[in-house]
């Protein structure tokens, strides 16, 4: 089967009525769950970042308060899996500030373990790598902001 083009879908999109475009989106988010919540973000949380930035940083607290201490290999794929789940809500929003301001919370989060997983090469890894993308993503944004983000990066000791 071929896949059309963005800009093909657009034009049938944009000359659809009404009625049966609600039923398309409707098919389109009943398949994936990735599907229903990015419309979920897009309809409900879009308007708002700040609080969704905010909501997303107390899901991750509640998901660091679960990270198994006891042995390194537990705590790495729970923290895998909460920077899986931070991306994914991340691409929803697509901003750099998003991905600044939840990157920068786990890598705190992370810190504040008492597991000492400095001496881990797989979580070490993991947390430079968070503070490259990061830096990466400062440098997107406009001078002020950059300078603002920066200063928030030297006072965490990124």
């Not at 609080?51 to 201490?69: A, S």
């Not at 006891?70 to 929803?92: D, E, F, S």
């Not at 890598?107 to 881990?120: A, T």
Request: aromatic share 12%; glycine share 2%; hydrophobic share 40%.
């Amino acid at each position: 089967m071929q896949t059309t083009s963005l800009s093909e879908l657009k034009k049938e999109l944009s000359i659809m009525p009404k009625d049966i475009l609600v039923d398309v989106c409707t098919k389109l988010i009943r398949f994936k769950k990735e599907n229903k919540e990015l419309l979920h973000y897009l309809l409900f949380e879009s308007n708002n970042e700040q609080g969704f930035i905010n909501n997303l940083k107390l899901e991750v607290d509640m998901m660091f308060e679960e990270v198994n201490t006891q042995t390194v290999y537990w705590a790495k794929k729970t923290i895998r899996k909460i920077l899986r789940w931070i991306n994914r809500y991340c691409k929803y929003s697509g901003l750099a500030t998003t991905y600044i301001e939840l990157l920068s919370h786990f890598c705190v989060r992370m810190k504040s373990l008492p597991l000492d997983w400095s001496e881990s090469k797989v979580l070490l890894n993991i947390y430079e790598s968070q503070v490259k993308k990061i830096n990466k993503y400062i440098l997107t944004l406009h001078e002020d902001l950059q300078y603002d983000f920066r200063l928030k990066m030297e006072s965490l000791n990124f």
